[in-house]
């Protein structure tokens, strides 16, 4: 009897902040977003010089949890999820943590686009979602295989999720999402007239 088996499988960690512990206060952090983004004329310079569309204080800020308390409060929400994942992921960590490296701010305006990308030198990324107004972008997989699929024919459009080439996810307002680094992702077009807003970071291994 012919048997099929599913090898190096790709996971998507989905849940809601609040399922491991208090939920952070999605206004709250919204409006925290927003006065950051106002405030901070060096990344507002950074995305203006990169053609960056909205703002993104990536390339700028690098202490969000030691300005601003509510991100010390999510950053503890965070470590909570992402070590749920790694249980998961069944990494033998040795002697080492996953360890927070990096924590900034996406403010996607109508038309802008995230392009599709990678997070070198990280073990797991993730995103939480600060606002996301009808007709905002949800956010795109790639299968890590494509580059080796010289020959290969498209799927069906009613193939099986896991065999999908893309597959879309559309979280809500205090969701987080994770996946291991390698796994390549962008952001299509906003559509909707409001900001689309979310807190992206990675954990590193050491």
């Not at 700028?60 to 030691?66: A, R």
């Not at 909570?80 to 305006?109: C, M, R, T, Y």
Request: a negative charge; glycine letters at 4%; hydrophobic letters at 40%.
């Amino acid at each position: 009897m012919s048997k099929i088996d599913s090898l190096f499988v790709t996971r998507l960690y989905h849940a809601a902040l609040s399922e491991h512990g208090a939920s952070v206060n999605a206004q709250e952090l919204e409006a925290t977003c927003l006065s950051i983004a106002e405030d901070d004329e060096a990344g507002q310079k950074w995305c203006e010089d990169n053609s960056y569309p909205g703002y993104t204080s990536y390339a700028s800020l690098d202490d969000l949890p030691w300005r601003f308390p509510i991100f010390k409060d999510l950053v503890e929400v965070l470590n909570k999820h992402v070590a749920e994942f790694a249980k998961d992921l069944e990494f033998d960590l040795g002697e080492k943590a996953l360890q927070l490296d990096s924590l900034w701010i996406n403010i996607l305006p109508e038309g802008g686009i995230h392009t599709s990308h990678i997070h070198p030198h990280s073990v797991i990324s993730g995103t939480t979602y600060i606002a996301m107004p009808k007709g905002a972008s949800a956010i795109k997989f790639e299968d890590p295989r494509s580059a080796m699929m010289m020959a290969a024919p498209t799927r069906k459009p009613e193939a099986r999720k896991e065999m999908r080439s893309f597959i879309y996810v559309a979280p809500d307002v205090s969701d987080i999402l994770l996946w291991e680094s390698w796994l390549r992702h962008e952001v299509p077009m906003n559509m909707s007239e409001e900001e689309r807003i979310s807190v992206s970071f990675n954990y590193s291994w050491g």
